[in-house]
C-alpha cells in the first residue's frame, strides 16, 4: 500500500491546514464551537469554496474524490483545528445522494445544508432495529418517528431521513422546515439535534437502502477517525513543546526520562491509530468496509482516551482549564469514541464479524 497522498490530496491537505491556522485559530473555534448556532456560518462557505465538500463526493456525482483518502485529508485536517463545522453530515448525506445517483450540487457547493438522520434513542447505531415508518401519502410520503443526536442537524436545510417502507429500510428527504427540530450544542463543541416526525411530508430518494445506509455509516465512522488522527497531531505538537520549554530545577522537563518514555507511547499510539484508519480508509466502499470501520473505531477510541489523559497528566493542573487549548483537544479526543459507536460497539461488531 502506498501511504503518500498524491498531489492533488496533498494540496488539498496543505490548503486546508494553512486557511485553518490563520483563520479558524482555537480562541476563534472556542468561541463559536459552544453558542449557537454552534459553528461559523462564513468559515462553512469558505471552506466550501476551498473545495472540502467537493471531495467527499465523486466525479460521477460532481466531486472530485469520494473515496476513503479524500475523506480522511479533509476530515484530519479538521481534526487538527478542532473545527466545528457540521461537515460530517454532508458527508453522509452525500454518500447517500450518491448510492440515489440524486442531484447534490447544492450539497457541495455548501448553498444548503444537510443531515442524516438514522440513530433513534432505541437503536442509536443498529439498522436493524430503526423503527421510523413511512407510508404513501398520494404521490408523494409521509414520515413519523425520531431521530435523535443528528450530527449538525440544527442549522439543516434539509434532512436525510431512515425509515421502513413496508418494512424494508428506505430514505426520504424532509425539509427541516416541516419538521420539529431542536437544536442543542455538544459538551465537546458543535452542535446537533433531535428531529420528531409525524406524518411529516416526504420526498422518498432510495428504496433498498440498508446498504447504503451502512455505507453513510461506514464513511462517518472513517471520518471521525481521521479527525481524531488530526486531533491527536495537534496535541502531539502541544506535548512535546511544553516538554521542550518547561523547566523544573532549571532542566526542560522533556530529559527527565520517564517523561521520555511516557511521550513514545503517545506517539506509538498515534501511529497505530494512523495506521488502521489509513486501512479503514482503503476498504471503505468494499466488502470488508464495516469490518475495518469497526476496527479502527475500536483502537482510535482507545487510543484517543490514553492520548487525552496521559496529556493532562504530563501537563499538570493547566491542562484542565478552558482558556489552554489542550483542554478541549482532550475533550473532542474522549468524545469522539461517543459518535457513531463506542468501543465497546465497535468491538462486538468485529468479533460478530
Not at 463559536?32 to 456525482?61: I, R
Request: aromatic letters at 6%.
Amino acid at each position: 500500500m502506498d501511504f503518500d497522498l498524491t498531489e492533488d490530496r496533498q494540496m488539498l491537505s496543505d490548503t486546508l491546514t494553512r486557511y485553518l491556522k490563520d483563520k479558524y485559530p482555537i480562541e476563534t473555534r472556542t468561541k463559536v464551537a459552544y453558542e449557537a448556532p454552534f459553528h461559523a456560518p462564513a468559515q462553512w462557505d469558505a471552506l466550501a469554496e476551498l473545495g472540502a465538500l467537493f471531495a467527499l463526493a465523486p466525479e460521477e456525482a460532481g466531486g472530485f474524490g469520494g473515496t476513503g483518502f479524500d475523506i480522511s485529508v479533509v476530515f484530519e485536517a479538521l481534526g487538527g483545528a478542532l473545527c466545528p463545522e457540521p461537515i460530517l453530515g454532508a458527508l453522509q448525506a452525500s454518500r447517500l445522494l450518491t448510492s440515489a445517483e440524486a442531484d447534490q450540487e447544492a450539497l457541495l457547493s455548501g448553498a444548503t445544508k444537510y443531515a442524516v438522520g438514522i440513530g433513534e434513542l432505541e437503536a442509536p447505531y443498529e439498522l436493524e432495529s430503526i423503527q421510523a415508518e413511512a407510508r404513501a401519502a398520494g404521490s408523494d410520503y409521509q414520515v413519523s418517528g425520531r431521530k435523535s443526536v443528528v450530527y449538525g442537524g440544527q442549522v439543516a436545510d434539509i434532512f436525510l431521513v431512515a425509515a421502513r417502507l413496508d418494512g424494508e429500510l428506505a430514505v426520504f428527504e424532509v425539509s427541516a422546515a416541516d419538521a420539529s427540530v431542536t437544536g442543542f450544542g455538544m459538551i465537546d463543541g458543535g452542535g446537533a439535534a433531535e428531529l420528531v416526525l409525524e406524518d411529516t411530508p416526504a420526498r422518498l430518494i432510495l428504496k433498498d437502502a440498508e446498504a447504503a445506509l451502512e455505507d453513510a455509516m461506514n464513511a462517518g465512522v472513517v471520518a471521525l477517525c481521521a479527525e481524531a488522527v488530526g486531533a491527536m497531531d495537534g496535541r502531539k505538537v502541544m506535548k512535546l513543546e511544553y516538554l521542550r520549554t518547561r523547566k523544573e530545577v532549571g532542566v526542560p522537563i522533556g530529559k527527565f526520562k520517564v517523561l521520555q518514555h511516557r511521550a513514545v507511547d503517545m506517539l506509538t499510539e498515534i501511529e497505530q491509530a494512523r495506521s488502521i484508519t489509513i486501512k479503514a480508509a482503503a476498504e471503505l466502499g468494499g466488502p470488508d468496509a464495516a469490518r475495518y470501520a469497526s476496527m479502527a473505531k475500536n483502537l482510535i477510541g482507545r487510543a484517543g482516551r490514553l492520548i487525552a489523559e496521559e496529556a493532562i497528566q504530563m501537563h499538570g493542573g493547566i491542562a484542565m482549564t478552558w482558556e489552554y487549548p489542550g483542554s478541549h483537544y482532550a475533550k473532542r479526543l474522549i468524545m469522539i469514541d461517543a459518535q457513531l459507536g463506542d468501543t465497546d460497539y465497535h468491538l462486538s461488531r468485529v468479533m460478530a464479524a
